[in-house]
């Protein structure tokens, strides 16, 4: 068996193990967790959404591979027992899921783009999304449409409903969710290769991460002025009437920011006309605490000689595993 | 027996009937009076798992008393509410009547009724609606008047 050869079905076995290890953690955390937990930071919650994935990911491209080609002699022979093999397949199987579900996304979200008969919408100023503006004959309520190129669609009825000053609010949330890319986030988190996403805990999170975002786009939206919240939540429970009665179409993709959710209105409204809605004084740059956080971890790992470690491993799990 | 309830939406997600047949905050607080024994309105307010008016407890609590849910009795200037049924009798006499209803009236008659279940699925709740919309015109009054 080659190098390569050993190293693809060792770097899958890997995959599997970590990301069933991190899922396992992280479906631990997830079970406390409800859709009403929304003061908790999307980007926190994004993140432990992904960690499965990442961390296995990371492992295998910075501490396995690297440990594996420094340390194996070409040309040793190797042979897999029945659960590295099993692993090696639940890796296959999981890029499968996450290859199948991100052709599925991709292939909706542009049929329903293109189905939409849409016009620009400019009577009212919006600010540097303005182009991004569409309305939409007989759409009900407000969607922003898309991946990564993002556009805000506005059906004629919703826009017919709402007052200039709850339009706009509204629009502002769109605006705060295409600013924040929610829709590739929610590409991603649709997509991603793990165990947790199997489970219900994964789903859990999922949900407490959709409605951490649309609270965070409320505030962002609403940014502290008590009048354009009480405008917002007016419009959630007018867009909420227009979904129930109106004969228009409710369309969306399972990526696309929607602006009326069912399942978030009470908790939505109520946080606007209670003044919860506020933003967060502290911003913490997630993203980069866990970015150097994980670099000097890697680096320590080195330091400390554990990707021989690893290497040692690996060879006595090949040795002694059916 | 059990008057005023919502029909029954088994498609809602829930596989408990009560929480079909029972608006949000009606079956939030009817899981408080279940869980505790004589309450006034303060107590059941308290021990809401989400903040909630005080009036809106208090007409809550009075709709589930005429719909025969509650019973009360005054104490000082006060009512004080105890559950009439146990949770499992709601739910067996909810189900129950559900299921001779649909079995009685043949397939045929079924038809509509079912096609009414699917129709409610996307159905909000008008109940919750109204309630939140209530929430909405009180905070602008308030704003519209200024601080109190």
Redesign the interface.
Known sequence: MTLLTTSVVLSLVWFATVNLLVSAGVWVVARGLHT?DVQLRPGSLLLLRLAPASAAVVFVGTVFLPAHWLFESPGTPEAFGFILLTLTATTIALAMRALIRAVLAVVQSTYLRRSLQSRPMSTVNHGRDAEALEEVNGLNGLSLAGIISTKILVGTTARQALTDAELEVAIAHEQAHRRAWDNLKKFVVFCTPDVLGLTEGGRRLERAWNAATECQADAQAVAGD??RA?NL??A??KV??L??TSSGR?VGSIVWSTFHQ?GL??TR??RL??GASAPGAVRLPIVSLVASSMAVTLAVLWLANVPHDIYRLTEALIRLLP | MLKGLRPVNWLRGSRDPLHAALG?LEREVMDVVWAGREQAVRDVQTRL???VAYTTVMTTLDRLYKKGLVIRRREGRAFVYTAIYSQDEMAASLTSNLLEGLLASGSAAARPFLSNLVDAV???D?E??DE??R??RD??EQ?RNGPR
């Open positions: 009403r008590p009048a009480v939540a007016s959630l429970v909420a009437r979904v129930d409710h069912p209105l009470e409204v109520r006309v209670g | 949000r798992p989400r903040p996307s159905a909000e008008k919750l609606l939140l919309e929430l909405v905070k602008r704003l």
